[in-house]
C-alpha cells in the first residue's frame, strides 16, 4: 500500500480576517495590491467584528452545453454567466454597517419646525433605494510554523445584492446579514493575493537589506536587516564612512535566506549619513534601502 501523499502543513484556516469597504468611485485607480496585511487607509474602512461563521467567498459559473449529432455527451460547455461573492454578518451596529445595510445615509432628525433635535438621528428607507457601488477587502491570515501566512480577496466593484433579517432578541445582539456580488471593472471580477507558497517550488525572494531603525542618536543601536542572501553564508557589512564607530557581531545567513545584525553606534560617531552595504557568499555589496541617519545625542534632564 502506498504512503498517504498528504501535507498537512498546506492545510489552511482563517482564524483572524478583516473586512474593508470603501466608494468604488473613490479608489477606482488605487487598489490594494501588494501589501499585506492591509490597513484601513485612506478611503477604505474596516467593518469590525463578524459572527463566527466568517466570511464566505462563492466564485461560480453557470454554463450550457454544446450537443452534437455525432456524440451522446457536449463537447464543450459555453459560460452563460459568472459570479463573485461575498457573504458575511456584521455584528457592530455603529454608522458605516447601517448604512451599508440599510442603503441610506445618517442625518440629524429635525422636529416639526425643522430645528435639528440634540443626540438624535433619522434614516430614511426609500421606497425606491438606491444601490451604491463600493469596492471590498477581506483579509484573513493563519500561522504556518511560526510564520504569518496572509491572503487577500479584493473586489473593485461591486454591490450589496441581498440582505438578511434584522432580529431583535432578548438573549441575542443584532446582525446585519448582507451579500456582496462583484461587477465587471475592465473584464475582470477581482483578484486574490497571498504571500503563502502556492507555486511549487523555490520560493523566490527580492535581496534586500533594510536599516531597522534608519535613524539613531550618537550611543544607540540599529538593526541591519537582510533577506534574500544565500543561506550559512556569512555577512560582512560596510560602512561609507567612519566604519570604526560601529560595532557589530559576525553572523551568517539563516535557513530562510534571512538575518539581523544589531549595530552599537560609538558616543562621538560624527552626526552625518551613512551608506551601509551588506555582502554574504555570492551577493555582493547590496546597499540598504535608505541611509542610517546619525543624529546628536539630547541632553538629560539636569539633576
Not at 430614511?124 to 463600493?134: A, G, N, R, V, Y
Request: proline fraction near 5%; charge should be negative; hydrophobic fraction near 40%.
Amino acid at each position: 500500500m502506498a504512503d498517504n501523499s498528504g501535507n498537512s502543513k498546506k492545510i489552511r484556516f482563517a482564524p483572524s480576517g478583516e473586512i474593508y469597504v470603501a466608494p468604488a468611485d473613490k479608489v477606482a485607480n488605487i487598489l490594494p495590491r501588494d501589501t499585506v496585511p492591509f490597513t484601513a487607509d485612506g478611503d477604505y474602512r474596516a467593518l469590525g467584528y463578524v459572527d463566527e461563521g466568517g466570511v464566505t467567498i462563492t466564485p461560480s459559473i453557470e454554463t450550457d452545453p454544446v450537443n452534437v449529432w455525432q456524440s451522446a455527451v457536449p463537447v464543450l460547455y459555453n459560460v452563460k454567466s459568472a459570479s463573485f461573492q461575498v457573504k458575511a454578518t456584521l455584528m457592530e451596529t455603529n454608522q458605516l454597517t447601517t448604512e451599508l445595510f440599510f442603503g441610506a445615509k445618517w442625518v440629524p432628525a429635525t422636529d416639526m419646525e425643522g430645528k435639528v433635535i440634540s443626540g438624535t438621528y433619522r434614516l430614511d428607507l426609500k421606497s425606491t433605494p438606491e444601490l451604491q457601488e463600493i469596492s471590498l477587502v477581506v483579509d484573513w491570515s493563519q500561522s504556518v510554523d511560526g510564520r504569518t501566512v496572509r491572503y487577500r480577496c479584493v473586489i473593485g466593484r461591486a454591490m450589496i445584492s441581498d440582505r438578511g433579517a434584522i432580529q431583535l432578541q432578548r438573549a441575542e445582539n443584532g446582525k446585519f446579514e448582507l451579500t456582496i456580488d462583484a461587477l465587471d471593472r475592465s473584464g475582470n471580477l477581482g483578484y486574490v493575493l497571498t504571500d503563502d507558497q502556492v507555486i511549487d517550488g523555490p520560493v523566490e525572494v527580492e535581496t534586500k537589506v533594510t536599516l531597522q531603525p534608519g535613524t539613531v542618536e550618537q550611543g544607540g543601536h540599529f538593526n541591519v536587516v537582510g533577506q534574500g542572501f544565500p543561506k550559512g553564508e556569512a555577512v560582512t557589512l560596510a560602512f561609507s564612512t567612519d566604519a570604526a564607530k560601529f560595532t557589530h557581531t559576525a553572523k551568517v545567513v539563516e535557513e530562510n535566506g534571512s538575518f539581523a545584525i544589531p549595530v552599537a553606534v560609538a558616543a562621538d560617531t560624527p552626526v552625518a549619513q551613512y551608506t551601509i552595504k551588506a555582502s554574504a557568499g555570492t551577493v555582493l555589496n547590496v546597499e540598504a534601502t535608505e541611509k542610517l541617519t546619525v543624529n546628536a545625542k539630547q541632553a538629560g534632564p539636569s539633576q
